[in-house]
């Protein structure tokens, strides 16, 4: 728990952390093995499941493509893991990817 100068309490994780900053930080940051490490243990099991299977996906996927990983039951769970990882930046859009290159 951090306590903010108004004397408030919040939660404070890596995630939640890396996921605030400017998409330049974000960068250096995801090119730091030990960093990237840490974020990745320290994400929900599904968004980690959601980026092991994408690290074998040559070519961008649409984003409807990741729902037909969801069973029914865990459209919840998957819609968690997924503005997570869009958070940090490891989904985006197509709009979005001329700017991450």
Do not use: C, N
């Amino acid at each position: 728990m951090v306590e903010t100068y108004s004397g408030v309490q919040q939660s404070l994780d890596l995630a939640t952390y890396i996921s605030a900053l400017p998409e330049q930080i974000k960068r250096e940051v995801f090119s730091s093995p030990w960093t990237s490490q840490a974020l990745f243990r320290a994400l929900a099991p599904l968004a980690q499941q959601y980026i092991l299977r994408l690290l074998y996906i040559d070519d961008p996927i649409p984003k409807d493509a990741v729902w037909l990983w969801v069973q029914p039951k865990a459209e919840k769970a998957h819609q968690s893991a997924v503005t997570q990882l869009e958070r940090l930046s490891v989904l985006i859009s197509p709009e979005q990817v001329q700017f991450a290159v």
